[in-house]
């Protein structure tokens, strides 16, 4: 089976980097495109559920993504392989992910997975696993 397109989840920890590099070197083995997704929080506050593609969004309409816009350019420019999109979604990453699946022809989505309390309680990627229409690589990180 050979992917074409990867999607990497960014929550921008530390830990999060073993995350990217999984993804980086998946994407150059299979000569795949890679792009990366951060889930945000407090866009809600603004009444924005769903996805972004950064590159058109008018980012005065919904200050606290100017933040984010850089973080994610500036990884997305520190990273030893080329981002093809860059995303934010808002809420359930369980169904914001459908959006970008589907346009941009995503066959996979890697995420971490920390072995923790609030993971137990709030299992994001458990949902994940019910809902997604694409492969799913999930990153174990553990707390040291």
Same mark, same amino acid.
């Not at 495109?33 to 590159?55: A, I």
């Not at 984010?68 to 080329?82: G, H, I, P, R, V």
């Not at 072995?115 to 137990?120: K, L, N």
């Given at each position: 089976?050979?992917?074409?397109?990867?999607?990497?989840?960014?929550?921008?920890?530390? $830990?999060?980097?073993?995350?990217?590099?999984?993804?980086?070197?998946?994407?150059?083995?299979?000569?795949?495109?890679?792009?990366?997704?951060?889930?945000?929080?407090?866009?809600?506050?603004?009444?924005?559920?769903?996805?972004?593609?950064?590159?058109?969004?008018?980012?005065?309409?919904?200050?606290?993504?100017?933040?984010? =816009?850089?973080?994610?350019?500036?990884?997305?420019?520190?990273?030893?392989? $080329?981002?093809?999109? =860059?995303?934010?979604?808002?809420?359930?990453?369980?169904?914001?992910?459908?959006?970008?699946?589907?346009?941009?022809?995503? $066959?996979?989505?890697?995420?971490?997975?920390?072995?923790?309390?609030?993971?137990?309680?709030?299992?994001?990627?458990?949902?994940?696993?019910?809902?997604?229409?694409?492969?799913?690589?999930?990153?174990?990180?553990?707390?040291?």
């Amino acid at each position: 089976m050979s992917y074409r397109h990867i999607l990497v989840t960014v929550d921008f920890e530390e $830990d999060n980097q073993l995350v990217i590099d999984k993804g980086i070197n998946l994407a150059k083995s299979l000569d795949a495109k890679l792009s990366l997704v951060h889930v945000n929080q407090l866009l809600g506050e603004y009444g924005f559920t769903g996805l972004m593609d950064l590159s058109l969004v008018g980012l005065a309409a919904y200050p606290d993504l100017e933040e984010l =816009t850089q973080q994610l350019k500036t990884l997305a420019s520190e990273l030893d392989y $080329d981002v093809a999109h =860059t995303y934010v979604v808002n809420g359930d990453i369980s169904y914001s992910l459908e959006t970008p699946v589907k346009e941009a022809g995503i $066959d996979l989505i890697i995420c971490g997975h920390h072995h923790d309390f609030w993971s137990r309680v709030s299992p994001t990627v458990g949902g994940l696993v019910n809902t997604s229409s694409v492969d799913l690589l999930i990153v174990a990180l553990i707390d040291k």
